[in-house]
């Protein structure tokens, strides 16, 4: 992404909070990427719009800059943007003791301007590269609709961030809190997933919803990366290798997370041969498609901190995984206490 | 180096919607064709040169958030996978190269893992 949207973000977010940027900030950072590219610059410019015509004298132009508290104005004829004059054109005119002259006289008649329907991304870069304060902004028949000025941009995303925030702030805290919110000897959330065997469509879409879980629940990106692969190495298990698919399930419990995959057959009769690097079962057709590679179970492995594997031929297969949390991992408080460093960083 | 330039300089084809690719800017790279190992060593913000095809190359995308998949030796993704990609977020490009002239011209680029 661009570093120049980036900017104002960082500080912003470094200085609010005045320490340096975690994870949940630079998911925030992400979704303002997002909104210049969502925000349009119809949608955040000044449309309350001053201007003035070639002929007005520039006295007259000076009071109007005054009156309204701005910095430049554009020119307009008949519509169209003719010109701009800024707070530096009238200074020179001021020098020349030339305040009667028309505005037609001093104005940057070269304009650089922006299109209402593009997003602010566009006009943030006109903005750096061309060092420029304020932008006028015509519409697709070069009408004059709007001025638009850094201030503007910042507001905008201000106000569609908060909005944003506020929204997801209610869901996460609802989620993240679970397991301070409910009180029990032993809380366990469950998710179980049914896999179908041969089922390439769907593959990774269990995993995929076991993320954003992980995440919903405040899981930090490292552990919810560990949490990825495995699951995915397990899904994948089910469909390539079962008779009858299985069953996917992640307990989450504030110290732990549980994965585990079950199935009916066809069961493994080597249960250490599999851990080897580069053996496996799987078909040639299922290797072509870059599966079967031999390594599913060694990067399940890798991942997590234990791993049990135990299968009958002929009757059942159940892999269980745990990867241990710190205490803080799930129904961490909420103003950044979970930035201490975990043994997983 | 943004996306954008890669994909004008390798002249690669964009299969799925297009977007603002200039402002992504790929972190590093990954080339394999064995899933199992793209799981284990794409990044997020990679690019990940292969020449599998197939649907269920852009989970593995989304799972590892991927900056773009390029799809070697033009091999074509069908429809279904093109579809999958979009609604997903992920970016499939392709091209008539063998992955390991990819590989060269992006480490040249200063795409480097």
Known sequence: MSPRARTPTEQEAHGRRGRPITDHDAHEINRVEELSYDLKISDVMSVDLHSASPEMPLSKVLDILRINRISGLPVVEEGKLAGILSIEDIVRAMQKNDLSA??????????????????????????????????????????????????????????????DYQEE????????????????????????????????TQGGKASSHIKRALIRLGADPQITRR?????????????????????LKLEVEPHRITMSATDDGPGIADTEKVFQPGYSTATEEVREMGFGAGMGLVNMKRCVDSIELNSTVGKSTKLVMRIFVPDQTFGASRDGQNNEPSKNH | MNLQKIIDELNLNVLTEPRDFAGITPTG????????????????????ITLQAHLNIVAIAALNE?????????????????AKANEQGVVLLSTSQPTYEINGKLWEMGVRS
Not at chain 1, 235 to 246: A, D, P
Not at chain 2, 66 to 82: C, L, N
């Open chain 1, 169 to 200: 702030e209610v869901r996460r805290y609802r989620a993240s809190h679970l397991f301070e919110d409910i009180i029990s000897e032993r809380t366990t959330l469950v998710l179980r997933y049914t896999i179908k065997a041969g089922d390439f």
């Open chain 1, 227 to 247: 949490c990825c692969i495995a699951v995915y190495e397990a899904e994948m298990n089910l469909i390539i290798h079962t008779t009858n698919g299985g069953i």
């Open chain 1, 102 to 163: 028309p505005a037609s006289q001093y104005m940057t008649r070269e304009v650089t301007t922006a299109v209402s329907y593009d997003s602010i991304i566009k006009a943030l870069r006109t903005f750096t590269e061309r060092g420029l304060g304020r932008l006028p902004v015509l519409d697709e028949n070069h009408k004059l609709v709007g001025m638009l000025t850094k201030g503007d941009i910042t507001r905008g995303i201000l106000v569609a961030l908060q909005k």
């Open chain 2, 66 to 82: 991927v900056a773009a998949i390029i799809i070697t030796e033009d091999a074509q993704p069908d429809a279904a996978s093109i």
């Open chain 2, 29 to 48: 790279g990954y080339s394999s064709d064995l899933l199992s190992c793209v799981m284990a060593g794409a990044r997020k913000g990679h690019l990940w």
